[in-house]
């Protein structure tokens, strides 16, 4: 993914409400899709996947919504709580012999308490 | 249940050093991949075995090798060291053999790696 420095998007959000965070992936022949929460120092930790034969697949309190038309990719917490901040990066994966890879640029989402 | 391990955690080198890293990854899982985050930016990806065998390569420096062995644990080797090396090195791991490389990879908690 291409790297935007120190100037990660960022998402606030007052507890409590609904977030949507949007990722735009680039290859029409990604086939899965995984979205990662990442905490200050920590390693990715997986939140939810989805294939590419669904539009939308739910979680507890998290849904992701994948539109393949405009290579588009959502993740909607719902009730947002102040543990839901953190940066959340989307990856695209696609089989080519090997499984690739391949991260979107992170959104850190502010929660406001 | 079994995460991706790495070691060390924290590393502290000096310029044109060298550094290697350790992963251990969830029992059974057959690929490991390498990334490296640098502050605020995203995990980029350097390398990936599957199978014990080199299966992708991506923006890994020419100083860098890495392997995977027998136990499917692997190591990244750093030489020559720069301080543009320090970073978050991520080793994450997934069971791919018989799926059609649609399964999740797991992260471990990665090894800062810093410069000096």
């Known amino acids: 993914g291409e790297s935007v420095g120190l100037h990660l998007p960022t998402l606030s959000v007052q507890e409590g409400d609904n977030s949507i965070i949007n990722c735009a992936y680039s290859n029409s022949a990604s086939d899965y899709f995984i979205w990662y929460k990442q905490e200050s120092g920590k390693g990715p930790q997986f939140i939810i996947d989805i294939r590419s034969n669904m539009d939308k697949r739910q979680g507890q309190r998290v849904t992701v919504l994948l539109n393949k038309t405009v290579k588009h990719l959502s993740l909607q917490i719902a009730a947002t709580q102040p543990g839901d901040s953190a940066v959340y990066f989307c990856?695209?994966?696609?089989?080519?012999?090997?499984?690739?890879?391949?991260f979107g640029i992170g959104t850190k989402l502010q929660v406001i308490p | 249940a079994a995460g991706v391990i790495q070691s060390p955690r924290h590393l502290i080198k000096e310029k044109r050093e060298t550094a290697t890293l350790k992963c251990y990854p969830i029992?059974?899982?057959?690929?490991v991949y390498w990334y490296q985050q640098g502050p605020g930016q995203d995990p980029q990806f350097l390398i990936s075995?599957?199978?014990?065998?080199?299966?992708d390569k991506g923006s890994i420096p020419d100083r860098f090798s890495a392997q995977q062995f027998s136990d499917y644990h692997s190591e990244l080797n750093m030489s020559s060291l720069e301080l543009g090396d320090s970073a978050l090195y991520f080793c994450?791991?997934?069971?791919?053999?018989?799926?059609?490389?649609?399964?999740?990879?797991?992260f471990g908690e990665g090894s800062w790696l810093t410069v000096v």
């Open positions: 029992p059974r899982h057959d690929t």
């Open positions: 994450a791991s997934s069971l791919i053999g018989g799926t059609g490389g649609r399964n999740t990879i797991y």
């Open positions: 990856a695209e994966n696609y089989w080519r012999g090997y499984q690739k890879v391949t």
């Open positions: 075995f599957y199978e014990k065998m080199q299966s």
